[in-house]
């Protein structure tokens, strides 16, 4: 009884839309099938709750599921297989996983490498490879090689992408991202041009290759482009929430082009997600980089005095304690960019350079600018 039980909530977590509303079901339905035993229902469940997870960029949780049903998979592919009925591939969950995992600092290099070796021994010989270039390019970002990074990711373009990638245009988001550390500022604007005239339909991924693009547009004297992606981008997390990182972008953009008002809001409406996940740290790393610049910019432009509201809660404590005169652009500025530097040189000592640190001071350093641009 139990396990149909289970069974019941699946079928009806399959049936709703509503993300928080399927997680609570799917959690209950993984509690059900353990109580009795049903190692099939679990299963079921957890492969579901692994997109779930990522979708509300919960990493932790998705990467605690997803370990879950590797192992399961790997003892028995054909009772647990890659693929169970209405679930995604495993292996292109695991690809969804790594990917956080090799932007992270929660593990060391040689962890992240071992994961990407056993992901690419469950492929087989041949299969995966723009996905496994991917990872390879997100690694070594994360360890400051971009030049490695920049061979991967070219790599992984002239492979066609498979079942276990998101589509080309997801790919050429992070080539943007590996073009933007390197300040190539046409490089930026190839990886993202397309986003701009035919945008995928997934909410959150335009949002954050268009967000790449703005500086970008606007040193390639592309302002009216800029301008016309901000909005879109502006919809498109309206429309659905997305990381702190992206409005920070969003942010610094409202900033260099003197919407100093939506760039307030953009900051208010990022800080409440800036922690996230425990082991999402490269989330966090972004947002904490581009809030800081953000703040530091408005107080240089007088707005020093300006109240944060919508900060005074839970989720923003760990970064801005509650006190009774609440937070100001002025107050809050040294703690964001002091919270920014700690978690830059962490991620730099594990991987032994200076790059995190110095792409968090350029950024600052072009925010307090009065210019808008180069490529900040």
């Not at 790997?74 to 292109?92: M, Q, V």
């Not at 590996?178 to 993202?192: K, L, S, T």
């Not at 409005?247 to 008002?261: E, N, P, S």
């Not at 923003?316 to 530097?341: D, I, K």
């Amino acid at each position: 009884m139990t396990a149909a039980r289970s069974l019941a909530l699946i079928a009806r977590a399959d049936r709703t839309w509503q993300l928080e509303e399927q997680a609570s079901l799917l959690v209950e339905a993984v509690s059900l099938a353990r109580e009795a035993d049903d190692l099939d229902a679990e299963y079921a469940a957890r492969m579901r709750l692994v997109p779930n997870s990522a979708v509300r960029f919960e990493v932790s949780e998705a990467v605690t599921h997803l370990a879950w049903c590797v192992v399961r998979h790997d003892s028995d592919p054909t009772r647990f297989p890659r693929r169970a009925s209405g679930t995604e591939d495993l292996l292109y969950l695991e690809d969804w996983t790594l990917r956080q995992l090799a932007m992270s600092d929660a593990l060391s290099p040689v962890q992240v490498e071992d994961l990407i070796a056993e992901h690419a021994r469950r492929l087989g010989p041949g299969a995966g490879e723009h996905a496994l270039e991917t990872l390879g390019a997100l690694h070594a970002w994360t360890l400051g090689d971009v030049a490695l990074a920049s061979a991967h990711i070219g790599a992984a373009l002239r492979v066609p992408g498979d079942g276990l990638a998101h589509c080309v245009r997801c790919t050429r988001d992070i080539a943007a991202q590996i073009a933007e550390a390197a300040g190539d500022a046409a490089a930026v604007v190839m990886a993202v041009d397309d986003f701009a005239t035919d945008p995928c339909d997934d909410l959150d991924q335009p949002a954050s290759a268009l967000s790449r693009g703005l500086f970008a547009w606007l040193a390639s004297d592309r302002r009216e482009d800029a301008d016309s992606a901000y909005g879109v981008a502006v919809r498109r997390v309206a429309a659905r929430p997305t990381t702190a990182e992206v409005r920070g972008r969003l942010a610094r953009y409202a900033l260099v082009t003197g919407r100093l008002d939506e760039a307030v809001g953009h900051v208010e409406a990022a800080l409440p997600y800036v922690h996230g996940s425990a082991l999402a740290t490269h989330l966090r790393l972004g947002a904490l980089r581009e809030i800081a610049a953000v703040l530091a910019g408005l107080q240089r432009r007088g707005l020093g005095e300006r109240r944060l509201t919508g900060v005074d809660v839970p989720s923003v404590r760990p970064l801005l304690p509650a006190r009774g005169e609440g937070w100001t652009v002025a107050t809050a500025a040294p703690v964001v960019l002091t919270a920014a530097r700690e978690l830059a040189g962490r991620f730099d000592v594990r991987a032994g350079t200076m790059f995190h640190v110095e792409q968090l001071q350029r950024t600052v350093r072009g925010a307090e600018s009065q210019v808008p641009g180069p490529l900040l």
